[in-house]
């Protein structure tokens, strides 16, 4: 996948972070987050869609991509005081915020704890609730799964769940790319981000509060945070706006790269404060 030619590392809150900084300085900032256990370079088609109309940061979490792991122990409100950390630093006031996955859930709960930061937010395959005890059982299954036969089997178990059936004919590069990520994570973040995920709490409480026009994307494939997680939110956030997206799983950005680039660039473009448009629900 492309690496970026503006792409920078710093310190904050404690670790350094790999940065790309793309775009307009000067035009509204968006940010995006990236799920586990991947890196920010899921984005880059995103990047290449949104330049012309944004400053366009992505990152990687700490202990993913080139981003060091720090010594803290990896939880949800970390990664949301690191996302903090790392606006301040770039002098950036206020942002559009866009999370998938895990990316949601550090999103979610960068609104709830810093509401003043963000202008508007977008949700992608993502989920308010907490992990559930089978869930959790899960995650520790996938700790001695990658401890007894390594972190290439463990990846490849996961891609059949990340993406849509017609995705292993039609992204075929994009599989191979997010199985690398997965590959190139160190056991010990591995470890350290299924452990934050399952402990991490229920974010759905706030979404009734929230305040900035939300986008919510999803998958109609997605296995992991289905279409019906993505209504329940859609439900919840006063004037939200949802689209399920065809040809999709998990990783809807990398898999219908051109209707999720045009969502957000109809996002973007509208000035977002005035996105109100018609709900769009895709069902069987």
Known sequence: MKDFENSFSLNVNNHKV???????YGAPAIIFIHGFPFNMSMWNTQIESLTNYCRVI???????????AGKEDFSIELFAKDLISLMDALKIDKTILCGLSMGGYIALNAIENYPGRFNALILSD?????DTTEAKGKRMKAIESIRNDGVEKYADESIKNLFAAESFTNRVKEIAAVR????NTSVQSLYNGLLALSVRKETC???K???VPVLIIVGKEDRITPPAAAKFM????KDSFLKVLEHSGHLS???????????LRSFVESGYQKFILPVQIETD
């Open 234 to 237: 859609h439900e919840k956030v």
């Open 209 to 211: 509060k929230i305040k």
């Open 253 to 263: 950005n990398m898999e219908n790269s051109e209707e999720f680039n045009c969502q």
């Open 126 to 130: 993502t989920s308010c609730k907490a």
């Open 58 to 68: 992505t990152y990687d979490i700490r202990g993913f991509g080139n981003s060091d």
């Open 180 to 183: 690398e990520m997965i590959v």
């Open 18 to 24: 790999s940065y790309t900084d793309e775009g307009k």
């Open 205 to 207: 409480s706030i979404l």
